[in-house]
C-alpha cells in the first residue's frame, strides 16, 4: 500500500525501495543498502540523491561514509507538489504506513545534513511541529530572502501556535527587521556574529550555509544544543535593543 501510494506521488521504483528500506532499517550507508535491496550501486546512489533533493532523506559523514537517514514521516507531505485530489486521498495512508513501518528502537543520528531549498524547509516544519522557544543568530536575513511568501507564512503558523522566538542579527540590521508576535529582535556587532545562521529549539541546534544551494547541518543533542543556547544568552545580554 505504501509503495503504491508513493509511486502515485512520482517515486521511482528504486527511491521507493531505498525509502522503505531506510524506514525499516534505520540509517544505513550505500554499500550496506545495496546489498541489503539488492539495487545497483549506482541506482542506489542517484535514488539517494533524488530522495535527498526531494527534503525526505538526510545524511551525515561519519569517517569519511556518507550514512542517510528517512526523515520523520509528516514532514514529507509539506513537501510534495502533486496533484491535489491525490495528495488528499492518499496522504493519511502515506502516513499511517510510515509510522507502521519504522521501528520504535530504531537509532537516529545525532546529526543530519540537508540540502537545497527543500532539505531547509523540512527543517523549519519541524521548528513549527515542536512548538518549542526559538533562538535564532544571523549575519543576514536569508530565510525571507530564499524562501519569500513562505518566510511569511511560517511566521503566520508560528504565531498561531504560540511559539516565542529571540533573534540576535547584525547592527546593520537595526529598523530594517519587522515586528512581529512573540519575536523579539536584538542586535550585535558583526564581530559576534558568525556567518552561518544558528538556530537552536529544544535539543535541537541547526547551522545554516547560505550558498547557492544552502547546506544545512541539524544536530540533535541536549549538551551540544545547551552549550550553544547559553552562548546565545551571553550574546543576548550584550546586544542592543531596536531603538525603532
Known amino acids: 500500500m505504501l509503495e503504491e501510494n508513493l509511486s502515485k506521488l512520482g517515486f521511482s521504483p528504486s527511491e521507493i525501495k531505498v525509502y522503505v528500506h531506510l ?6 550507508y550505500p554499500n550496506r543498502i545495496s546489498s541489503e535491496t539488492k539495487i545497483n550501486r549506482t541506482n542506489v546512489y542517484e535514488a539517494l540523491d533524488r530522495l535527498v533533493a526531494k527534503g ?3 545524511f551525515i559523514i561519519k569517517n569519511n561514509i ?9 514532514r514529507i507531505l509539506s513537501l510534495i507538489e502533486k496533484d ?11 502516513i499511517r504506513d510510515i509510522k507502521r513501518i519504522i521501528s520504535s528502537q530504531k537509532k537516529h543520528l545525532e546529526a543530519n545534513i540537508f540540502v537545497g531549498k527543500k532539505g531547509l524547509r523540512m527543517i523549519f516544519e519541524e521548528i513549527l511541529e515542536l512548538k518549542k522557544p526559538i533562538s535564532l543568530i544571523a549575519s543576514e536575513l536569508q530565510f525571507k530572502d530564499l524562501f ?5 507564512l511560517w511566521h503566520k503558523k508560528r504565531i498561531e501556535f504560540k511559539i516565542y522566538q529571540r533573534s540576535i542579527f547584525s547592527e546593520r540590521f537595526e529598523g530594517k527587521v519587522e515586528n512581529r508576535k512573540y519575536l523579539k529582535y536584538r542586535f550585535s556587532d558583526d564581530e559576534f556574529i558568525n ?5 537552536i529549539y529544544g ?7 547560505w550558498s547557492e544551494e544552502p547546506i544545512a547541518i541539524k544536530m540533535e543533542n541536549m549538551q551540544i544544543a545547551k552549550s550553544h543556547q547559553n552562548y546565545f544568552e551571553v550574546l543576548w545580554k550584550t546586544a542592543t535593543n531596536s531603538r525603532r
Do not use: H
Not at 524506514?23 to 544505513?28: E, T, V
Not at 556518507?66 to 509528516?74: L, V
Not at 556567518?195 to 538556530?199: C, E, G, K, N
Open 23 to 28: 524506514l525499516k532499517s534505520g540509517a544505513s
Open 56 to 58: 525526505i532523506v538526510s
Open 66 to 74: 556518507k550514512w542517510f537517514e528517512a526523515n520523520i514521516p509528516e
Open 84 to 94: 491535489e485530489e491525490i495528495l488528499r486521498n492518499t496522504k493519511e495512508d502515506i
Open 148 to 152: 519569500g511568501s513562505y518566510f511569511e
Open 195 to 199: 556567518p552561518t545562521t544558528t538556530i
Open 203 to 209: 535539543d535541537n541546534c541547526v547551522f545554516i550555509q
